[in-house]
């Protein structure tokens, strides 16, 4: 699917949802559910918490897509959401004194259906890049986001988000390419 | 493992490890409203009860405005909201809806085919305005709505009144503007009863009109019926008057219109003040003769300007000269310079002196300029988008599309049809599919000579490409084009110079190019990427 059949998807699926179709929903989130959970866990660093967020998110879109205007950024749309849960609740943590890990730890049981590369890159990989070059390359790889779309988002200018993305795909390049050498 | 190869088995590995909860969330979703507010009237032997007893007290004629108090389904109240679409609801005093009326054409479509008999208030307001937006009815451009409370308990109205600016207030709170709200009372009356049906608007609106018309003379009920409630609001907001208990919260946008400055401009243009001139001009926004108009005051070379400019068109509706009586004009200069005409309509005028080109492009033409910028022929565009915008005052077309796999962004001017900023980078999504068509489309010349030329149509003095300016920049440079990363090029106007600005990234530099419209390097600068 080219991204323009991809925006065109998502945006009928949200002015389904306000229509109350509920086929529609689903097809949204099968959609859009890996990029919402990998931009949360990229914000808390926390899957459990990333898991918490991924179904608020949804129950926010349902709620909210009435008001969604159709303007060729759905999944901008939608990662908004995603980020001012996150922030909130970050702030929420705050009150109760527990900190956001400062490292990324991501516990991901041993999975069958993982193939050795994919391994890689959710133990080693995301683990040598810095959090924003991780949150960049998530926002393009899983989310589909554009670059001026990430920049926009994380409010970073988009020589910065370009410069990070291109670093962190040197990086695991080097990564994956030394591994698969051995 | 190439880039390519990295952003899949990234996502492949996150579309695996990602939990699956919806289920969950269906759970914890309200059912939509729209398909839950059927309500089995028919079926109900007790309601219908009711309204045979209503019809049956209406048959009688009963002189009884409000017919039976007590009885919990009469209706109580009436709200009303307008925006372009009239609609009506009217309620009973537990604020359940019991009919819903549309007041003119766009009201039916924002109705479709929506039941809300039944359903309460906040139900059929959000899914109301859900559809307004959807529908385009309520947009950056114009993002005014006209609540109307009519009850008359004037307690209860009041609290409905505050409570509905409260909820349409969060509705109307989108990514990209916010709502403006007007919020009043109407009582019904036969006289404006028979205005507002006569006009297919509600009571609120029919209020709403009557009041601006009687503070302020210039205004005729024909002239303002025809307006939005938008440009309404603009009229409140610009001084022109002041409706009574009228509450009031938000910005009415005036994006739909060129701006004071583009009005400015206009003016200046007009009246052949030289650029550069720096005027006090009293500006205004008002309405005349149903459409929304810019007002322009200037005294410039001893005679005062009045101008009434088409808020969306540009066109100069009327112009006055007359002699500035507090400064004496330098007389040898006046008469040949402007074309002074009294008091007349800018009609006699146009052709003598030299009028801003004061109609707008249509979308088809803004494309054209942007496909042959590009150098690119229409049946190879994909993902195109057209959008009217304004920035800055200044009405402009935003074009975006991709062919080739070079996705491009352009910003045209939308009355001269300049290209005011472009931007091209590659497209993500081509390449993923075939980065052979990509590289290719990146490295190959596509430049002619004979496209840049059709350049000079678009009003932009481009004589060379961004792809040759491109070109120039890496030849420059000394890196080939494949080895370049991130390159990018746009226009851009610094010191009012037109040139292209291209950076791009190679070895573990970093580029940053200034090339003139002719192809010369303007300024070349390159510093380490870290």
Not at chain 2, 53 to 64: D, M, T, V, W
Request: net charge negative; with cysteine; proline share 3%.
């Amino acid at each position: 699917m080219s991204g323009h059949d991809h925006t065109r998807t998502l945006e009928l699926s949200l002015v389904g949802i306000a229509a109350g179709q509920s086929d529609a929903f689903e097809v949204l989130y099968q959609e859009t559910h890996a990029g919402v959970y990998a931009f949360a866990l990229s914000i808390l660093k926390n899957a459990h918490d990333a898991q918490d967020i991924l179904h608020d998110t949804f129950l926010k879109v349902y709620d909210t897509a009435p008001t969604y205007t159709p303007m060729g950024k759905p999944m901008a749309w939608i990662l908004t959401i995603t980020r001012n849960l996150c922030y909130s609740h970050l702030r929420e943590k705050q009150k109760t004194a527990e900190i956001a890990p400062e490292e990324w730890d991501l516990h991901i049981e041993p999975r069958e259906d993982l193939n050795r590369e994919e391994r890689i890159v959710l133990s080693e990989g995301l683990k040598t890049l810095s959090d924003q070059e991780r949150q960049i390359v998530l926002l393009h790889a899983v989310s589909d986001l554009k670059h001026r779309q990430i920049s926009e988002l994380l409010s970073l200018p988009l020589s910065t988000v370009l410069s990070k993305y291109r670093r962190a795909i040197k990086k695991l390049e080097q990564l994956l390419g030394k591994e698969t050498d051995e | 493992m190439n880039e390519k190869n990295i952003n899949q088995t990234v996502k492949t590995s996150f579309e695996k490890v990602t939990p699956d909860v919806f289920d969950q969330v269906v759970e914890h979703c309200t059912p939509r409203a729209a398909k839950t507010v059927v309500l089995p009237t028919r079926k109900n032997p007790y309601l219908r009860m009711i309204s045979v007893a209503a019809a049956f007290l209406l048959l009688l004629g009963i002189a009884f405005t409000s017919i039976g108090y007590g009885w919990s389904n009469a209706v109580t109240t009436t709200v009303s909201l307008d925006v372009n679409p009239s609609v009506e609801i009217l309620l009973n005093r537990n604020e359940k809806v019991k009919e819903i009326h549309a007041l003119n054409e766009d009201a039916r479509i924002i109705l479709g085919d929506m039941n809300f008999e039944g359903s309460s208030l906040d139900v059929a307001i959000n899914a109301l305005i859900g559809s307004m937006l959807r529908n385009g009815y309520i947009t950056e451009l114009a993002n005014s709505i006209l609540i109307s409370v009519d009850d008359n308990n004037s307690d209860r109205a009041k609290n409905l009144q505050e409570k509905l600016t409260r909820e349409i207030e969060t509705l109307l709170q989108t990514e990209t503007f916010n709502g403006a709200i007007l919020c009043q009372t109407v009582t019904k009356t036969d006289e404006l009863s028979a205005v507002a049906k006569a006009h297919n608007i509600s009571l609120g609106k029919a209020k709403l009109i009557n009041q601006l018309v009687a503070q302020n003379t210039t205004y005729t009920f024909e002239d303002l019926v025809g307006l939005s409630i938008n440009d309404l609001n603009l009229l409140v907001e610009s001084g022109h008057a002041a409706p009574e208990n009228t509450q009031s919260s938000g910005t009415a946008s005036e994006k739909a219109y060129i701006g004071f400055d583009k009005a400015k401009e206009i003016a200046f243009t007009h009246a052949a003040v030289p650029a550069g001139t720096t005027l006090n001009a009293k500006t205004d926004l008002d309405s005349e003769k149903g459409i929304i108009i810019y007002e322009v005051e200037f005294t410039y070379d001893g005679y005062e300007y009045e101008y009434d400019i088409n808020a969306t068109t540009g066109e100069i509706l009327h112009v006055e000269k007359e002699r500035d009586d507090d400064k004496r004009p330098s007389d040898n200069q006046s008469g040949t310079q402007t074309t002074p005409n009294q008091g007349t309509s800018s009609d006699s005028q146009s052709g003598t002196s030299n009028p801003p080109a004061a109609t707008e492009l249509t979308a088809e033409q803004v494309k054209q300029i942007a496909f042959n910028h590009a150098g690119v022929t229409a049946d190879k565009v994909y993902g195109l988008k057209v959008e009217r915008d304004r920035d800055d005052g200044v009405v402009t077309y935003d074009v975006e599309f991709k062919a080739d796999g070079v996705e491009y962004e352009y910003e045209i001017h939308a009355v001269s049809g300049k290209i005011l900023e472009y931007d091209s980078e590659r497209d993500d999504d081509a390449a993923r599919t075939s980065s052979t068509q990509t590289v290719s489309a990146k490295t190959e010349p596509a430049v002619t000579e004979s496209k840049a030329t059709e350049t000079k149509t678009t009003g932009a003095p481009a004589t060379i490409t961004a792809d040759r300016a491109k070109e120039i920049a890496l030849a420059h440079a000394g890196v080939s084009a494949a080895d370049a990363r991130g390159l990018e090029c746009e226009t851009d106007t610094d010191d009012r110079v037109d040139h292209y600005d291209v950076e791009f990234k190679a070895n573990g530099l970093e580029y940053d190019y200034e090339i003139s419209f002719d192809g010369t390097v303007l300024k070349s600068e390159k510093e380490r990427d870290d």
